[in-house]
């Protein structure tokens, strides 16, 4: 992530379960920017993240596989609590004129996420599988066992447009970024991370 940061326009398109790992791999870049390490006039990222108002494949309660409203409020909480962060470190470089250009934008779709995937600068794409794992959480105020998507330590798989045009690894760029743009650009909802 942090050669991304090395090039005067940077764009990350991220799809995601809740955008909690791209905030942690942007940590490191923005703080390099804050001490001047690192200078791109632009930064341009996009967040897509499912939409946690209706029922999904996972999160579910482990006992009958079934949906629950808390487990969605949990995480739609945490995908909101993470991509604020994101939105504010980032809008934050403009304000300190340390970037000149900052756009992020989050959509919302009603489908499961699967994988996590970050197209970066166009050029290289990382994709990871999320496993569904037994896990318990604390959802207001009660624990409850779950089956539940997880992606801490997920693989993720390099692909890069400079490993030439036959390449597998241009074509999966190539995908990878008619995936996104598609699912952005038909079924993706404009979410207001200020909304209540």
Partial sequence: M??????????????GFSSETLHGALQEPLDKIRIG?????SITMRILVPDMSVPQAAPVRMEDGA??????????????????SIRDAITELGHLGLVAETRISVRVHS???????????????FFG?????????????????????V???????????????????????????????SVWETIGRHFDLDAR
């Fill in 111 to 125: 489908g499961t996420q699967f994988f996590k995937l970050y197209v970066v600068n166009n050029e290289d794409a």
């Fill in 151 to 181: 992606g801490k330590d997920t693989v993720l798989f390099h692909h890069s447009i400079n490993d030439g045009e036959p390449s597998g690894g241009a074509q999966q760029v190539q995908q990878a970024r008619m995936w996104f743009d």
């Fill in 2 to 15: 942090e050669q991304a940061f090395a090039r005067d326009h940077v764009t990350i398109d991220f799809a």
């Fill in 37 to 41: 390490r690192l200078t791109p006039s």
């Fill in 67 to 84: 949906d629950d409203m808390r487990l969605r409020d949990r995480m739609h909480d945490i995908m909101v609590g993470y991509t604020h």
């Fill in 129 to 149: 599988y999320y496993p569904i794992r037994p896990n318990k959480v604390v959802a207001q105020g009660e624990t409850i066992e779950i089956y539940d998507l």
